[in-house]
């Protein structure tokens, strides 16, 4: 595609149930990044996967999130048992080393409300 | 270990008004600099990177290795500028971004 997909781009769930989150980066880009935006914060580092090297989960605020992925290319994250506090917008990036100039780009990203 | 470092929030300025928004990281190399910007329901998108000296907006970031620093400036804000910034490092080695908590910006008319 043109750019970075994800969807849904609104989930509204309830406290409790799981969510899955998908991330379609631009073809061909190696790294992917997800990262979470709360009402009037910033960005916060959740995960990223640079091609087959073990991912960086340093930013996973729980072990209710995880993610993968598949194939060096979509990526889902999950969040289970979901919790009002894990209302956020969660943004997916990707990049490419090849480039000479490397550049993030962002997915509109998916607004994920608990209640 | 914090790479890059927002110190302002929030900023705000009267429009026609210089304003400076402060970026600072760490890094032990060759470090590739950017800022994004995020307006109003739009997704985040690159505004500029140091590499390019350019000036994007109006805006420009000079890099200094001395002070560590990569601080965004315009000389004459514009309603159009309020938005959320964000400084971000690339390191080379690992292939990842760094991106600060960023900084909202309200220019106010």
């Known amino acids: 595609g043109a750019g970075v997909s994800q969807s849904p781009s609104n989930k509204v769930t309830e406290k409790g149930k799981d969510v899955e989150l998908r991330c379609d980066p631009i073809?061909?880009?190696?790294?992917l990044y997800w990262y979470r935006q709360s009402l009037g914060q910033g960005l916060e580092f959740l995960i990223y996967?640079?091609?087959?090297?073990?991912?960086?989960k340093s930013g996973l605020p729980s072990d209710r999130f995880s993610a993968e992925r598949t194939g060096g290319s979509v990526s889902t994250l999950t969040i289970q048992r979901t919790q009002q506090e894990d209302s956020a917008v969660y943004l997916c990036?990707?990049?490419?080393?090849?480039?000479?100039?490397?550049?993030?780009?962002f997915g509109q990203g998916t607004r994920l409300t608990v209640v | 270990a914090q790479r890059v470092t927002q110190p302002e929030k929030l900023l705000s300025v009267f429009k026609g008004a210089p304003v400076e928004l402060k970026c600072n990281y760490s890094?032990?190399?060759?470090?590739?600099l950017f800022w994004y910007v995020q307006y109003s329901r739009q997704r985040l998108q690159l505004l500029l990177r140091?590499?390019s000296r350019e000036s994007i907006k109006g805006f420009t970031a000079d890099l200094n290795k001395g002070e560590t620093s990569f601080h965004l400036k315009k000389p004459f804000a514009q309603e159009e500028d309020s938005a959320m910034y964000y400084c971000a490092l690339h390191a080379n080695t690992g292939n990842q971004f760094y991106f600060g908590t960023g900084t909202s910006l309200t220019v106010i008319p």
């Open positions: 996967f640079q091609g087959n090297s073990a991912p960086d």
């Open positions: 073809s061909g880009h190696t790294a």
């Open positions: 990036a990707s990049s490419s080393k090849v480039r000479r100039y490397t550049e993030a780009f």
């Open positions: 890094y032990s190399g060759s470090p590739e």
């Open positions: 140091h590499i």
